[in-house]
């Protein structure tokens, strides 16, 4: 699984508007649905559903990144939206700093392995500091595409 199969291009908010936690979750949700990755019906429950995760634990790991996912009954395919905050938003990250890059997971309830194998690509990528630091200096959803199709390629280096 790559990066490029999950995020579609119309899901990439290079400039976030929102500036707290609940507002960053609904952009992004808005995002995917913009993309055609889910139907609208689902946009109040899958919002719902993210901030009660993010109530049992923050997805926010630190380093200035936000993983914000759902596992839900009525999403069909694997999708992402990626979010990018120029000034920063307070998550409740573990290391209690701002969270400058967001990627939104939705994934089908029924394929925990799918999931699983996501979530692993999304965290390989950002363990490392070259992907950090470009998505959060990313100004356009071109700049995040290309900087996803590197990661995919394996052309970044530390």
């Known amino acids: 699984m790559k990066m490029m199969d999950i995020v579609p291009k119309e899901a990439v908010v290079a400039r976030l ?90 994934s089908p309830a029924a394929r925990p392995d799918e999931h699983l194998q996501a979530m692993e690509i999304i965290f390989k990528n950002l363990s490392q500091d070259t992907f950090r630091r470009f998505l959060r200096q990313s100004s356009s959803v071109e700049d995040v595409m290309t900087l996803l199709a590197d990661a995919d390629n394996q052309q970044l280096t530390a």
């Open 17 to 106: 508007d929102s500036a707290d936690r609940d507002s960053v979750v609904g952009e992004l949700v808005d995002a995917l649905i913009s993309a055609g990755a889910v139907d609208k019906k689902l946009r109040d429950d899958l919002i719902t559903k993210a901030l009660e995760r993010e109530r049992r634990g923050s997805t926010g790991f630190g380093k200035g990144v936000a993983v914000p996912h759902i596992k839900h009954d009525k999403v069909s395919k694997m999708s992402a939206a990626i979010g990018v905050s120029e000034a920063g938003v307070d998550f409740n990250a573990l290391d209690k700093q701002p969270v400058y890059s967001f990627i939104l997971l939705l």
